[in-house]
C-alpha cells in the first residue's frame, strides 16, 4: 500500500481557495530561497510551513505580506493577483515573531492602528477595539503599554491588532518562539480554538513539528525552497511522501535494500511490495517495531540504550547487522520482559506501513 | 568582586594598584572644574589658590561685560543653527544608512563621516580658502554650516545606532496595518527616534557653542563666537572673570548631561 | 535583510504624502542628497581646492585672493624646511604620548566600569561625560589656575616646606603634557566602557572558575577582549591631541609652537595661506598614516572578531 512517493499531494478544493500561491520563485544573489512553491488554501483553513531554518518558509510568508516580492510565479488572494498591491492595501494581517508591538503606544492605540491609519471614525474604531479585545480576553488592559505585559498577552495584543483590520489571510510567523515552553502548548490549543471560532484562513510558520501537528489542518514541509509535501497531519505522519519528510516528522528507522520482483525483503523476513526499481531505502516507525526474545526470528541484536518517554518505553537495538533501530512499545509489557544489554529479536508489527524510497 | 575567593597578596596588590590609578584619574577628571568653580568665588582680583572670601561679583561682571555677552549670543545662535540643521539633514540620512536598500549605504556612511575624522583646523582653513576663492568671507554662517558639516556625523550615528536597535518588524507592522510609507515614519519611527534626536541635538549644540577649532577660522570679524572670545580673554586676563564664565559653562554643561541621560541614558552615549 | 528586492509603492493619500511616500518607499538614496550635496559644497570641494593652493602662489588681500599661479615652491620649501621638521616632530611626540598616557590613567577606570556597582558606573559616566560638555578652553583654563606660579601645585608644595621658590611649570612642555591628557581622558574612557560594557560577565566567571586571579582574567581575558575599545580611544585621542590649539597656545605660552599653533599663524597673521596649505595637508597625512598603522595594530590583536559575518 505505502510505496514510496507519488508526488507531493494537492488537495482538491471544492470551493475555489481564497489563498493560491502558484509557482512562486525568489532568489537572494545566487541563492534560491524559493523554488517553484505552489499551494492552495482553502477558505477557514489553518496551514503551516514547516520546516527547518533557511528552508524558505519565512521568506514565503513575507512575500505574501508583500515584505518581499517574489521573482516569479502568482500569489493571488481570492483571485486578485497581489503583485501590485503595496504592502499597506493587502488584506493580510501578520503576527510577527517578536509581535513587533509599537512600544510607545498602549493597547488599545496598538490595537485600533490600522483603524486610524484607514482613517475610520472614532467611534467605530473604538467599538471595534473593545470588540477585538473582548475576543482575546484582554478587556482591563487597554491602558497599559506593552512592556507592562506579559508574553502571552503581548502576543494576545498582537493578535487583536490585526483581527481589526479583518484580514482575509492570517499569517503567523513563529508566534510562540518568544514563549516560555509551559506556556506554549496551552496557548497553541487556545490560538487554534480561537483562529478556528472566527473562520480565518491561516498561515502558520514553524520549525517544531509539535506545534505544526497541533495546530494545523493541513501541513506544508519545506526543504531548500520547495514544498515536499503538503497533507493532513496524520496524513504526513503516517504517509510520509519522502525520506525527508519521514525523518523530519517524528522518529524513523531507515535501511538499505533492494528491490527484487517488485519486492523487498524486510531484515524479519517478511516482504514488501514496491514500484521502484534497484537500490531503495525501507523506513520503519519505532511503534511498528517489536521486541521479542532472541530465538523468535532471524533479525537480533542487542539492547543498548533504553528511556522512558511518557507512558511508552524508548529502546535502542544495536543489531548483529550493524546499525541501531528504535523501537517504541507500551510501558508495561517491555519493561517487564527486556534489560539492559538483553539480547533480542526485532519484528515488524505491519509491513504494509514500511515506506520504501529511492536511494 | 566577591567572585575571586582565593587571590593571592601580588594578585590583590596589582589590583589595588590598578583600581588606585582609576580613583586618581576620575579626580583628575573633575578636581579642575571644581578649582575652577572656588576660584570664581574669589574676592580678590588675581588668580590664586587657595580662593580667598566669597563674591558674586565676577558672575555679575561676566553680563555686565558687552563683548563676552555678545559672544555668548552669538555661539546660542551658532548652536541652535547647527542643531537645526543637523536635524534636518542628519535624520533623514541616518535613515537612509540605517534602511536603505541599495549598494552603497556603507559608501554614505563613510562619506558623512570623513569631515568629523578630518581634523577641524584642515576643515576651518579649508573652508577659509574655499570661501575667499568665491568672496564669501568669513561670518557667522560660514562658521555655523562648516560645524554643521564637522559634527553631523555625531547625529547620524546618534540615530542610525538607535534605528539599527529598533526591530525593522515594527516599519513592516505598520505597512501590513494599513499605514503608508509616511504615516508609518510619522506614528511610528519618529516617535521612537525622538530620544536618539534630542540627545544628537544635545551633542550638536554643545559643538556649536563650543567649537575652537573650526571656528576660529570661519568667524565673522565682528561677530567673535564665545570660545574665540575666552581664548583671547583667557590669555590676556588674569582675573576671576574666566572662572566665572567656565562656572557659567560648567552649570550648563550639567544641564545638558541632565538632558542627555533623561532622553537616551548615560550607557548609550557611546553607540 | 534583503538588496534586491523593493517594497512596491503603496498609495497614499494627499499629493505631498504622495511625494513623500515615493521617497521613502523606494529605500532610495533621496532623502540623504541635501546632506550630501551639503557635504560636497562645504566639505568636499573645500578639501580640493585647500590642495590646489598648496601648489601655488598666492596673494591674500582682504581676505580675498587676488593672485594665484601654479608653483611647487611651497611644496619644496615644506620638504626641507628644518621649522616644519622639528614642528610636526614635536606635535608627534606630543600626540602620541598624551595618547600613550590616556591608555595607562583611562584604562584603569574603565576596568572599575567593569567590576563597579550601579552607582560607581554611574558616576563613571557622569565624570567622563561632563568634561565633554564644557569647552576646552575652560578646562585649560583650570590648568592655568593650578599649574599657575601662585596656583594650586606651588601653594599646596610651599604650604608643605618642601620647596621655597615656585616651580615653572607653566609655559613648559610639562604643563602641555599634563593639559593635555586631562583634556583628552575622557575621549580614551568612553570607547573602552563602551567595549567593556559588551562584555558578557561570564566570561569573567568562568575565567574564575577555572583558576584565575583578578590580574589574570584581567590579563587573558579582559585585556584582549577590549583592544578594539583601545584601538578606538587611541585613534580619537591622536587625532585631537594631534591637531589641537588650545592646549598649546594656553599652556605653553605662546611660544610652544606646534603644528596647529603653526597653521593658525601661517593662515591668520602672516596670511601665507600657500604655507597653510601645505602645512595642513602635511598635518592631514601624517595624521592619517598613524591613524591607519594604530588600525592595522588594532586589527592584528583582534584577528578573532574577523570570523563568518565580520
Redesign the interface.
Known sequence: MMQGPSGPATIVATTSPVLRIGGVFK???AVTVLDNCSLDVAEGEIVTLLGPSGCGKTTLLRCI?????ADGGSITIDGQDM????????P???V???Y?L???LTVARNVG??L???GMAQAEAERRVAAALETVSLVGLEHRYPAQLSGGQQQRVAIA??LV?EPRVLLLDEPFNALDAKLRGTMQVELRQLIKSLGLTSIFVTHDQEEALTMSDRIAVMRGGRIEQADSPNEIFDRPATAYVADFIGSSNFWPAQVVDGQVALPDGQSVASALQGPVRVMARPHNLQIAPPSAGPWTGKIVFQRPVGPLIETHVETDGGGVVKVVAMRRESERAFAHEALVSLHIVSPALCAVYPD | MSLFRHSSLSDALGIGLILAVAVFSLLLLVAPSIIVLMISFDTRAFVSFPPEGFTLRWYAEVFEQGELVDAMLNSLQVGLTVTLLCILLGVPTALVCARGRFRGTTALSVFVLVPHMVPGIVLGVAVLFAGALVNVSPSIWLQSVAITVFILAVMVRTVQSRLLRLDPALEEAAANLRATPFQSLRTVTFPLLLPAILAGAVFTFVEGFDNLSVAIFTHGFRDRPLPVELLALVQYTSSPLVAAVSGVQIVLAIAALVAVSLSIGLDNVND | MAVASRTPLPGAHGMGERIVDALLSGRGIWPAVPAIIVLTVVAVIPFVILLSLGFSDIEVSRGAIASRTFSLEYIANALTDPLYWTTFQRSMTLALTTTALCVFFGYPVAYLYLVGGRWTKRLILVLTIAPLLTSGIVRTYAWLVILGGRGVVNSTLMGLGLIDQPLRIMNTHWAVLIGMVQIHLPVMILPLIAVMSRHDTRLMEAAANLGASHLGTLRTVIMPLSVPGIGTGAALVFTLSYTTFVVPQLLGGGNYLNAATMIYEQVVYSLEWSKGSVSSMILMVTCLIVLVAIALVTNHFTRWTQGRDA
Open positions: 532568489r537572494f544573489g505580506a508583500g515584505f518581499w516580492e503583485a501590485r498591491v503595496p504592502v499597506n492595501r493587502r493580510v494581517g501578520v510577527f515573531q517578536s513587533a509599537f512600544p510607545h492602528y490600522a486610524r491609519m484607514q491588532r490585526v483590520m
